[in-house]
């Protein structure tokens, strides 16, 4: 055969696109050259191929060989082509099963010793294979684990080119090698904390089981030493676990993030990038495959801005297309990568760079105009998205009074899970299921309460005190507030409570 064919996915984000591998032989002087604009990685695959192919004992014909990576139209970025090149090439002169190499997806990189080595992405990669029909798929060895957990495909994970070659019914004498391994799994699942912990702070604890039970974002301000750190890393903790199809997104941009994924975990991500961290980081890009950033990896989970006065204003600026579209776009040359970004923002911050403006028995030595610069880091738009505001003061006392109401992980959980659900049957007729979900021209219009519920907002708005983006998330947090009082119809303590929690609970 002069002509065979086989597949291999290019990955633009998390979408991944189906590329067949055509490989001609001709009689013509001798050369690799591959086809069907690949980025400068895919186009060293050549070298690798035939150094490979030769270590491996696997002869690749001494005449032109010519590699198209079809639709030609789509730019290939990254080496996760070279195994599918490989047995596309050797299959013009190989005895193998054609049909068989024809309908099976090949994906991983080639070492000059022939074995194969992991790539990042691979999750996604055969979650787009699955979903294209095709039931076959060649992982290396080190990607084994992450590429069984999606469901009704054969994954065989090899650990050289010769192990392939043999699947596909060639033959090869060529002695066993050791597997490539993938980094080091880690457990992103750390102790549990429990909200039992936080000392002396009811008000700041039941705001956040109304930010978990909404899916609202917060702003914590207060000195240091009051509580927001260890409050912002207990809200994974009441979150509900992710179910199905959010654990396998997640694990999806682990996966082209470059961490080995070995399981779906049910827990929410949590992120907490440095105040130092660039855009970049926070959005993602990178040469080859496009990386994920913050924003993108705590994707259904929390992102925390720990010294939110001390990121730079434009990178907090970049957080508010993502807030309110739920994704992330990340353009380079000629190509434009989306990731989901539905995440929970929490964002803490001292009153001045010292920390003791406004602090009983603190004393603050910084000028006005340092306390005003600090402050606008956080800029009107981006204040605006922020749902719940939460005023901290350093708690008084080192004990749990006897007569104090302790809230526990679990407790809060429970709460959090009947308020969810409440809102889902709410909103059963239409496409969400979280109150912070839900648009404001629906709050407005076919969900809008009594006009004498929400006066107090109205009258807001009329004043200049509100925008209407403001207004309607003061909607969805009084509805989350009715949710967890049991409430069947928003009332008017409610919209009043919602009103409390954004401007300053515990001030």
């Known amino acids: ?81 070279d195994v599918a090149i490989a047995i596309a090439a050797l299959a013009t002169s190989v005895r193998m099963d054609a049909a068989r190499v024809a309908t099976t997806v090949h994906i991983g990189e080639l070492g000059l010793d022939g074995r194969l080595r992991p790539v990042p992405g691979v999750l996604p990669a055969v979650v787009a294979a699955q979903r294209a029909g095709h039931g076959r798929v060649v992982v290396p060895a080190g990607n084994a684990a992450e590429a069984r957990l999606v469901d009704g495909v054969e994954v065989f994970a090899a650990v050289c080119l010769a192990e392939v070659v043999r699947w596909h019914g060639g033959s090869s004498d060529a002695i066993e090698l050791a597997a490539v391994e993938a980094p080091s799994s880690v457990d992103i699942e750390d102790a549990p904390l429990d909200l039992a912990d936080v000392v002396g702070q009811p008000e ?42 959010a654990a ?8 082209l993030a470059g961490d080995a994924v070995t399981r779906l975990s ?31 990896r705590a994707s259904d989970g929390v992102l925390f801005l720990d010294e939110g006065g001390e990121f730079p204003a434009s990178v907090l600026d970049a957080l508010r297309q993502p807030l309110e579209s739920g994704m992330i776009q990340v353009h380079r040359s000629g190509v434009a990568a989306t990731y989901p970004a539905r995440f929970q ?58 007569d104090a109401r302790i809230v526990t992980s679990a407790e809060a959980r429970r ?23 839900v648009p404001g021209t629906w709050l407005r219009g076919p969900a809008a309460p009594p006009a004498e519920v929400i006066r107090p907002l109205d009258v807001a708005l009329r004043r200049g005190a509100l925008t209407l983006r403001g207004y309607d ?10 949710d967890i009082a049991g409430h069947d119809r928003l009332q008017l303590d409610d919209v009043g409570r919602a009103l409390y929690l954004r401007q300053g609970a515990g001030a």
């Open 345 to 402: 923002l929490v964002v803490a911050t001292n009153p001045c760079p010292c920390g003791q403006y406004g602090v009983v028995g603190g004393l603050c030595e910084c000028a006005p105009q340092a306390i005003r610069r600090y402050t606008r880091r956080l800029s009107g738009p981006l204040l605006d998205r922020i749902d719940i505001d939460l005023r901290l003061q350093r708690v008084s006392s080192a004990r749990q009074e006897v």
């Open 473 to 482: 998330r003061l909607l969805r947090v009084a509805w989350t507030v009715a």
């Open 204 to 245: 700041a604890v039941d705001a956040l089981v109304v930010a978990a039970a909404g899916g609202h974002h917060i702003l914590m301000s207060g000195p240091p030493g009051a509580g927001k750190t260890m409050l912002a890393r207990r809200l994974p903790g009441i979150l509900p676990p992710l179910d199905d199809e």
């Open 266 to 296: 049910r827990t929410p991500p949590f992120e907490s990038p440095h105040h130092g961290a660039t855009a970049a980081a926070l959005i993602g890009g990178g040469s080859g495959i496009v990386r994920p950033g913050a924003i993108a």
């Open 415 to 437: 709460r959090v899970a009947e308020a969810r659900d409440r809102a889902a049957r709410r909103w059963s007729s239409t496409p969400w299921r979280r109150n912070a979900d």
């Open 1 to 81: 055969m002069t002509v065979a064919r086989t597949w291999a996915v290019a990955l633009t984000g998390l979408r991944g696109d189906l590329v067949e591998v055509e490989a001609d032989v001709s009689s013509q002087t001798p050369e690799f050259s591959i086809i069907g604009l690949p980025d400068k990685a895919l186009g060293e695959a050549g070298r690798r191929v035939r150094n490979a192919c030769t270590n491996r004992g696997l002869d690749l014909p001494k005449r032109r060989i010519t590699v198209n990576l079809s639709p030609a139209s789509l730019p290939k970025r990254g080496s996760g082509f």
């Open 248 to 255: 396998l997104s997640v694990a999806s941009v682990r996966s």
